[in-house]
């Protein structure tokens, strides 16, 4: 009898520890996942180096008074933006299309002037005043200097791109603007600070206020040194599924460039356009057919097709960890726009899967080519860059 207490004891005592240990086992990895969650959140910035309240809020201070000095620098420039909205439905086809191509300049009191040399009749009703105004000010340049005491700043790490060591912080309006009572438009998202020269370099977020029936993507947008002063936005890009209060989805992709950067107010009388311009007419075409979009196209430059064989330095992109995990891959063909003297100047991702765009831009940004000679001169080269991504 005493030996089947005996065993009845033993049995239960097992069951308890097994128990016991599927509890420990769970709880561990609700740690894991969190921190898992935690460390997806920052995407890549480390926090391993901590700083102090005072030094965060010394960086702060610099690159908002910086952005104040951009915005007073971009005043005297003239430049191109070529914006492009597009839905898509099933598979990836174009459902709608807003395409917009403008010469911006200011005034000495930074008031925007506009002329707009391309824009055909948009098929993407979706496009609203909220979106073209984003398009001139919270998508490009994220923070309004005069607005900087209406954002809370958060230090999130230090984050390594294209050989910038670079401070992260994620930046949230203090009151959120109330869409009935007034159109202020405030940035929502993180920004990128060059360590160096405590200058935005990147920024990633969307304009807000939304409501039920206005929703807007998470737009990344990527800027360049130019003139050796300044860092200008060059390029934005989303791609993102927003979901309606009623539940209707809309796959929406945003390209926008900025380019031909010259200094000096524009000499001719620029007027705000109402509406579409007269469209050109097109060049010709040469008997050999372009490899990459007319948009690219512009005096004293080229066009060199599939440009891999031609670059003297050609970085390999990182592989995603999440994408080699999972064995995927897959193609990127980023089209490429290099100067005179062999530097990429432009990059634009033109198609591929969503996971691979990211590397692929940043490599093709660090790219090398020997300058293109025509009739000993140097001209720029607009091309494309392939990339392929095969699992291992």
């Known amino acids: ?70 915005r007073r620098a971009l005043n005297s420039y003239v430049f191109k933006r070529d914006a492009l909205a597009q839905s898509l439905g099933m598979g990836g086809q174009i459902t709608g299309e807003y395409h917009r191509v403008s010469f ?35 998508n490009p340049f994220a923070l309004e200097p005069s607005k900087v005491n209406q954002y809370n700043f ?26 009935k009572k007034t159109k202020e438009r ?14 935005i370099v990147k920024t990633r977020g969307k304009g807000v206020p939304e409501t039920k029936t206005n ?8 800027r360049e040194l130019i003139d050796g002063h300044y860092w200008f936005p060059t390029y934005s890009y989303a ?21 031909d950067f010259v200094q000096g107010h524009s000499k001719v009388n620029i007027t705000e356009a109402e509406g579409p311009a007269p469209v050109q007419p097109k060049p010709t075409p040469s008997t050999q057919p372009p490899t ?29 960890a999440e994408a080699k995990r999972a064995r995927a891959g897959g193609r990127v063909l980023v089209t490429v726009v290099v100067d005179e003297t062999g530097k990429v100047i ?11 765009r990211r590397p692929a831009l940043e490599a093709a940004r660090k790219a090398r080519f020997k300058p293109t000679l025509v009739d000993g001169q140097p001209v720029k080269v607009s091309g494309v860059l392939e990339y392929r991504f095969v699992p291992e």
């Not at 609700?30 to 005072?54: F, R």
């Not at 940035?187 to 200058?199: K, N």
């Open 1 to 70: 009898m005493w030996l089947i207490i005996s065993v009845n004891m033993l049995r239960k005592d097992f069951l308890f520890r097994s128990i016991a240990r599927r509890l420990l086992a769970l709880v561990a990895l609700g740690i894991l996942l969190a921190c898992g969650w935690q460390c997806l959140a920052q995407q890549g910035a480390d926090s391993s180096k901590t700083l102090s309240s005072a030094e965060v809020d010394r960086i702060v201070k610099a690159f908002t008074t910086k952005e104040a000095q951009f």
């Open 186 to 199: 405030l940035f929502l998202g993180r920004v990128w600070v060059d360590d160096h020269d405590l200058q």
């Open 292 to 320: 990459t979009p007319e948009r690219n196209q512009s005096p004293g430059m080229v066009q060199g097709g599939i440009l891999n064989s031609k670059a003297i330095e050609l970085p390999e992109p990182e592989y995603p």
């Open 239 to 259: 791609d993102e599924e927003l979901i309606f209060d009623n539940g209707e989805p809309l796959h929406i992709r945003m390209k926008v460039r900025y380019s």
């Open 104 to 138: 911006f300049t200011f005034d000495e009191q930074g008031n925007r002037y506009e002329k707009i040399s391309l824009f055909p009749m948009p098929s993407f009703p979706s496009i609203t005043q909220e979106d073209i105004d984003d398009l001139g000010g919270i």
């Open 154 to 179: 958060k230090y999130i790490g230090k984050e390594r791109i294209d050989e910038l060591d670079l401070y992260v912080f994620d930046i949230t309006p203090k009151v959120m603007p109330d869409p």
């Open 346 to 356: 432009s990059a634009e991702v033109e198609d591929g899967p969503i996971q691979f």
């Open 215 to 222: 929703k807007f993507p998470n737009i990344e947008t990527y």
